[in-house]
């Protein structure tokens, strides 16, 4: 971790062009490696592929290749980091942004696997592959939570349990709406409409603006100061498997509004239900400590969505547009 | 004054003047006051009924499915009623709980997980538009949940 630039410089920069040889080093980078991968190069890698999305086999290779042990993490310098080097506002500011997506984590993991009994033989194996993806970011968190910062429990709910008061109350928005429309499609699995609201729901909103944008600011920050290594490691690898998820959660996306140009209406009425949620905080939270404002995380989340959109060809309607001035940043992720 | 039995005519009674009166001061202290004002606009406005059913009442309560119909109008409860199983059941939502995630709720556990493990579920309704609401929802349910009131032991198996 040589690079020490600002947290939000990639927000005045643009997007990024990233080399063959910088696509190649995410690509192929082992779990060590990943520690000396630029976060912001990794999350135009996100968007990379979007204007011609692979094909699920090809996502599910790419899985193949990138599987990490998140037993091979060493958390020994972060909880130095933690408890010696780490102000308390950063450890407070961080515990308030990391917690939502320790749940986050864990509800993207349960909430998958009833989407994938409507889907193509194809997409069923890039699914089986997220879904073990997302495990392993819920064991991430839960060894990042014992072991850092030192919550104890009996087991992952146990640790799940202490870290929920950092939650926030409007994060039973975007995740319990997504725990609702599971179980719209565990009755209906194959509902081609519920599966694009679902769809809209965890591929769009939580997993292609929510986390990343929160991703990018812990992980900005670790990197900035050159701490949690472990952390930079295992979160900047998850936001690589994210960019495999958020690919895959496109191209059902644009393939279902190509068949049925009538599915935007769809994926129009979930994110009026979202964004109608989206602008009401039930807590402060203080960016500072890790070297943002709130404005620049909200500038954050809005690149994140206006790119999907674009990239995949999504056109929004008036109304939704006038509700996008309202949106606040929400701290999850998964 | 014993307290009223869970899913009884005084619980519902008692229920509909907790939910009229909102979320206690301590409660409101802990968030923003943007949150409060939204869920307060949320409460002027909303013209829908909840039925929210308990699928398993203990015996000595009653017969199952049993559900607390709160009917909402004018920024107020209109109607707070228990409907039995032969009733009819006319509600904008319909959702489904089992006893012992109420016993759970009214001792203690947190609402907001509630719905998102999925322990209250929509059984019927438009689930967009009732996630528009949610958090006034999911506060009201808190609410209603810490409404004194008798609930028998769960019975093991």
């Given at each position: 971790m040589t690079?020490r630039?600002?947290?939000?410089?990639?927000?005045?920069?643009?997007?990024r062009a990233?080399?063959?040889e910088?696509?190649r080093?995410?690509?192929e980078?082992d779990?060590?490696?990943?520690?000396?991968v630029?976060i912001?190069?990794?999350?135009?890698?996100?968007?990379r592929d979007l204007?011609?999305?692979?094909?699920?086999?090809?996502?599910y290779r790419?899985?193949?290749k990138q599987?990490w042990?998140?037993?091979?993490?060493?958390?020994?310098?972060d909880?130095?980091?933690?408890?010696?080097?780490?102000?308390?506002?950063?450890?407070?500011?961080?515990?308030?942004?990391?917690s939502?997506?320790?749940?986050?984590?864990r509800?993207?993991?349960?909430e998958?696997?009833v989407f994938?009994?409507?889907?193509?033989?194809?997409?069923k194996?890039?699914?089986?592959?997220q879904?073990?993806?997302e495990a392993?970011?819920?064991v991430f968190?839960d060894?990042f939570?014992?072991?850092?910062v030192g919550?104890?429990g009996?087991?992952?709910?146990?640790?799940?349990?202490a870290?929920?008061?950092?939650?926030?109350?409007?994060?039973?928005?975007?995740?319990g709406?997504?725990?609702?429309?599971a179980?719209?499609?565990?009755?209906?699995p194959?509902?081609?409409?519920?599966?694009?609201r679902?769809g809209?729901?965890?591929f769009?909103?939580i997993?292609g603006?929510l986390?990343?944008?929160?991703?990018?600011?812990?992980l900005?920050y670790?990197?900035?100061?050159g701490?949690l290594?472990?952390?930079?490691?295992?979160?900047?690898?998850?936001?690589?498997?994210e960019s495999?998820?958020v690919?895959?959660?496109?191209?059902y996306l644009?393939?279902?509004?190509r068949?049925?140009p009538?599915?935007?209406n769809?994926?129009?009425?979930?994110?009026?239900?979202?964004?109608?949620?989206a602008g009401?905080?039930?807590?402060?939270?203080?960016?500072?400590p890790l070297?943002?404002t709130e404005?620049?995380v909200t500038?954050?989340?809005?690149q994140?969505l206006?790119?999907?959109?674009?990239?995949?060809g999504?056109d929004?309607?008036?109304?939704?547009?006038?509700?996008l001035q309202?949106?606040q940043?929400?701290l999850?992720?998964? | 004054?014993?307290?009223p039995?869970?899913?009884?005519?005084?619980?519902?009674?008692?229920?509909?003047?907790?939910?009229?009166?909102?979320?206690?001061?301590?409660?409101?202290e802990?968030?923003?006051q943007?949150?409060w004002?939204f869920?307060e606009?949320i409460?002027?406005q909303?013209?829908a009924?909840w039925?929210i059913?308990c699928?398993?009442?203990?015996p000595?309560?009653?017969e199952s499915p049993?559900?607390?119909?709160?009917?909402w109008?004018g920024?107020t409860?209109?109607g707070?009623?228990i409907?039995?199983p032969?009733?009819?059941l006319?509600?904008?939502y319909?959702l489904?709980?089992?006893?012992a995630?109420?016993?759970?709720?009214?001792?203690?556990?947190?609402?907001?997980?509630t719905?998102?493990?999925?322990?209250v579920?929509?059984?019927?309704?438009?689930l967009?538009?009732f996630?528009?609401?949610?958090?006034?929802f999911?506060?009201s349910?808190?609410?209603?949940?810490a409404?004194?009131?008798?609930?028998?032991a769960?019975?093991?198996?």
């Amino acid at each position: 971790m040589t690079e020490r630039k600002s947290p939000t410089a990639v927000l005045t920069e643009g997007p990024r062009a990233l080399t063959d040889e910088q696509v190649r080093e995410i690509e192929e980078s082992d779990l060590q490696a990943v520690l000396d991968v630029d976060i912001d190069d990794v999350i135009e890698y996100v968007h990379r592929d979007l204007k011609s999305l692979p094909d699920f086999t090809t996502l599910y290779r790419k899985y193949l290749k990138q599987r990490w042990d998140v037993y091979d993490l060493d958390f020994t310098q972060d909880k130095i980091d933690w408890n010696e080097k780490m102000s308390a506002d950063e450890r407070e500011s961080f515990i308030a942004i990391s917690s939502g997506f320790h749940h986050g984590e864990r509800q993207v993991e349960i909430e998958l696997p009833v989407f994938m009994i409507g889907a193509s033989e194809e997409e069923k194996l890039h699914i089986a592959a997220q879904i073990e993806d997302e495990a392993r970011h819920t064991v991430f968190f839960d060894r990042f939570y014992r072991e850092v910062v030192g919550m104890e429990g009996d087991d992952i709910m146990g640790v799940l349990d202490a870290s929920f008061p950092w939650v926030s109350e409007t994060f039973v928005g975007p995740f319990g709406l997504l725990a609702y429309q599971a179980d719209e499609l565990r009755r209906n699995p194959y509902d081609e409409r519920a599966r694009v609201r679902y769809g809209t729901t965890y591929f769009l909103w939580i997993e292609g603006v929510l986390a990343l944008s929160v991703m990018k600011v812990t992980l900005s920050y670790a990197r900035w100061r050159g701490f949690l290594p472990a952390y930079y490691t295992g979160f900047t690898a998850t936001c690589r498997d994210e960019s495999r998820h958020v690919q895959g959660g496109m191209k059902y996306l644009q393939d279902a509004v190509r068949k049925d140009p009538t599915m935007i209406n769809e994926i129009h009425e979930t994110l009026r239900t979202i964004l109608s949620l989206a602008g009401v905080a039930s807590r402060r939270i203080y960016f500072e400590p890790l070297g943002w404002t709130e404005d620049e995380v909200t500038v954050l989340f809005f690149q994140q969505l206006r790119r999907k959109l674009n990239d995949v060809g999504i056109d929004l309607a008036p109304d939704i547009e006038e509700m996008l001035q309202f949106v606040q940043p929400q701290l999850a992720g998964g | 004054m014993a307290e009223p039995r869970f899913f009884s005519k005084e619980w519902a009674d008692a229920v509909r003047d907790a939910v009229v009166a909102g979320p206690s001061p301590q409660v409101r202290e802990g968030k923003l006051q943007e949150y409060w004002d939204f869920f307060e606009l949320i409460k002027s406005q909303y013209p829908a009924s909840w039925a929210i059913g308990c699928r398993d009442l203990p015996p000595e309560l009653g017969e199952s499915p049993a559900y607390l119909l709160v009917q909402w109008g004018g920024g107020t409860v209109t109607g707070c009623q228990i409907i039995g199983p032969d009733d009819p059941l006319d509600a904008t939502y319909v959702l489904g709980m089992d006893y012992a995630d109420w016993k759970a709720l009214h001792d203690g556990y947190d609402a907001q997980r509630t719905v998102m493990y999925r322990k209250v579920l929509l059984e019927e309704g438009s689930l967009l538009e009732f996630f528009k609401t949610i958090y006034f929802f999911v506060e009201s349910l808190a609410v209603i949940g810490a409404v004194p009131a008798v609930y028998p032991a769960l019975v093991p198996g």
